[in-house]
């Protein structure tokens, strides 16, 4: 515990009142000191007893670098308290300090500025008495963490040379049902045949069949490459689960399995937002379909007949809009169903 700005001037107050006491008599010394003291004596009392705050964060959906995010975190207790809580390098925005009477919530904007795991909090909380004189820093312990994936870039020719599928249409779907004509419909799916019998129109719903195809790719990097490294290996695995392609990867922190779908892609995503420089199993580097290195200043790309350089396989940068990995998980979407990509230039 320890006296605030405020509380310094308080004590400041009660010195220059005991001096001039020894000038002027006690009855200065009773007309300020005094009624100071007592204050400040009722600050240490109030803080001393007040239960500490309890902190609780909610944690932020995870993104790409450039999507803004927003921190939320309550501070629960009693009184006043002096809230601060700085973003770790590589997320930008303000910091917050402020003083407010508890429990309040606080919403703190981030930018996701590069590739990473973020521990966020705890905040740095000072609990102080309703006159501001004293206050006592309190030891929160809550945090949480911020996941930032890889930057994913547009790859020049989609099905890179053949290894990636294009991306299935309907006629190469199986027939699932017929169900009655809604206006958007393609005319071309309509079944005449079957309509020809009813009063409306019938059109065919197709399934999507599911390929076995497996993708095998292995990421390396040395020192000073890891970032460029996630980057390719993310734009790979990334266009290879858009082809509906399973996809399996390793990476100097981990190796994730054979798996396709919303629910795998954050999980690659993941994996390539926290891997460092590093190298991976002569195995996996050996049994791989393509195999990424990142070196400090360029990546190559290993394909199954040919050594690219990863800039002259892509045009531009692939942004996924408010994250459309993860909330496609959730809501059911394929990977064929998400519409929150877009170009840009690099």
């Known amino acids: 515990m320890r006296p605030t700005t405020r509380g310094w001037g308080a004590l400041a107050v009660v010195v220059a009142a005991v001096v001039l006491a020894w000038s002027f008599g ?42 803004e995010r927003t921190l939320s975190f309550r501070v629960e207790g009693d009184g006043l308290a002096r809230v601060r809580h700085a973003l770790p390098d590589g997320l930008t925005d303000r910091a917050i300090d402020a003083t407010a009477s508890l429990p309040r919530s606080f919403e703190q904007p981030v930018t996701l500025a590069a590739r990473g795991v973020y521990e966020l909090g705890p905040p740095e909380v000072s609990q102080r008495d309703p006159l501001g004189l004293v206050e006592r820093r309190v030891a929160a312990d809550a945090s949480t ?7 994913v870039y547009a790859l020049a020719d989609p099905t890179l040379g053949g290894i990636l599928a294009d991306p299935m249409t309907a006629e190469r779907q199986e027939f699932d049902r017929l ?21 409306d129109f019938l059109v065919m719903e197709f399934s999507p069949t599911q390929r076995s195809e497996t993708l095998r790719v292995a990421a390396t990097a040395e ?14 695995a990334d266009a290879a689960l858009e082809a509906e392609l399973t996809v399996e990867l390793w990476a100097p922190d981990g190796h994730l399995p054979p798996g396709s779908g919303e ?36 990546v190559n790309v290993r394909l ?32 064929g169903e998400t519409q929150h990509d877009r170009e840009v230039a690099p």
């Open 304 to 335: 199954p007949e040919d050594r690219r350089s990863f800039d002259s396989l892509v045009t531009g940068r692939k942004r996924r809009t408010d994250s459309a990995i993860g909330r496609a998980a959730t809501t059911g979407q394929t990977s």
């Open 223 to 236: 020192s000073g490459g890891a970032d460029r490294m996630a980057g390719a290996a993310a734009t790979l």
């Open 179 to 199: 169900r009655e004509y809604v206006p958007g419909d393609p005319l071309r799916n309509v079944h005449w045949k079957s309509s020809a019998k009813q009063d």
């Open 263 to 298: 629910a795998h892609r954050e999980n690659a995503m993941r994996l390539l937002a926290r891997t460092g420089h590093g190298d991976v199993d002569e195995a996996a580097r050996a049994g791989a379909d393509i195999v990424v290195t990142g070196e400090s200043d360029a």
């Open 26 to 67: 006690e009855r200065s010394l009773n007309a300020v000191a005094a009624p100071t003291l007592a204050a400040l004596a009722v600050a240490v009392v109030s803080v001393y007893r007040a239960d500490p705050p309890a902190v609780d964060f909610e944690e932020p959906r995870a993104g790409f670098p450039g999507e």
């Open 145 to 151: 963490r911020l996941v930032v994936y890889p930057q």
